[in-house]
């Protein structure tokens, strides 16, 4: 037994957490390869390695995935200091090369010469598809406003499906339930953001996030683009790029007569607060948004401005008037206050409501031993505890998009 314990101790050294050993860069200039501070690694890597996110069999493991900044060309190269089976009889290392080359196209280079003959080619990389906006952030580091530009493409674009196919393979290591999307279907929309930079004099373009939106028909004649998944990469995080992409595709949507209204897959709490931030952005100006209007309390005007207007839904606006009431008004005005919370909290208790209405079934139909049961499962008190914590945890979501809204 002492035997066995040694030696999965001895095993147990050739455990590697693969959320550190994946090694990604963006690579503008040949000096980026060496630099440290351009490397960044995943968030999750459990769909390719497993819920434990390990890789067995070796020591040292770096799992190199490079591209270059714009068209997202790859290099991909595993080094270690050693590996289980040089050393140990009927043990294997994880076959690691084939779990990546499941999610990254074919084409890529194996070597760092050949990944920088692609890098001088970069100049002839120009963003795909219709140019939609055109904004830029100042960068403190840099002492210069930096310009970026939001573009829809599809896969009728030159060369767009093979760069879509590698650009997808992020949202493995950043989006905790990713899939990839069948491209095929026409309904896709992608929605692009690029950075320009200067290069020996010329103009590129580096790759920063994008968002893919999928048509759905609504009968009879109106389509719903629902957001489907949405990645501003690590490298630009925290600088506005997604507020910037979700307006913007807001903004490309409004135009069009035909479509109802703009909703989302599954989102993600950091994408619905985003989404509030921009919805509010694009709603405080309307009439029915006006202060005297949101004291009055929520009405069928502001569902149908918003939805007329800006293609928001119902549930949506909802949101975006409880934000705004907030911001009008006085919390230190105990009749204000108490108006707000009463407002919101009859929203809020919606669910605790249907559950009395199921307990009303129950009395109908359960025997009485299964009804205490059921009524042991109901406690009110604690149905109004976590009211309380609701509204609490909204209001103090709402105060930080109105803190970055005065802040735009």
Partial sequence: MAGLTAMEKKLAEYKCNTN?????????????LEDDNTTFNPEYSHQVFGDDEVAFGYKGLKILLYYIAGNLSTLFRIEYTSKVNEKFDCVEADDVESKIREIIPP??????????SLLEKEVNFKPFGMLLHTYSVHNEEAGEDITYQIYKADMTCPGFREYHERLQTFLMWFIETASFIDVDDERWNYFLVFEKYNKDGATLFATVGYMTVYNYYVYPDKTRPRVSQMLILPPFQGEGHGAQLLETVHRYYMSSPTVLDITAEDPSENYIKLRDFVLVKLCQDLLCFSPGNLMQGFSQEMVMEAQQKLKINKQ???????????????MGD????RSYRLDVKRRL?????????????????????????QLNQIDLNMQHEQLEESFQQLVSDYRRVLERLAQA
């Fill in 20 to 32: 550190e050993a994946i090694q990604l860069k963006l690579v503008r200039f040949p000096e980026d």
């Fill in 107 to 116: 084409g890529f280079c194996t070597n760092t010469d050949d990944f920088v």
């Fill in 316 to 330: 949506h606006t909802r949101r975006v008037y409880e934000i705004l009431r907030l911001r009008a008004t006085d």
């Fill in 334 to 337: 105990a009749e204000q206050s």
């Fill in 349 to 373: 208790i919606g669910p605790y409501k249907k559950k009395q209405r199921e307990l009303a079934k129950m009395r109908r139909c359960l025997r009485p031993e299964e009804l205490t049961n």
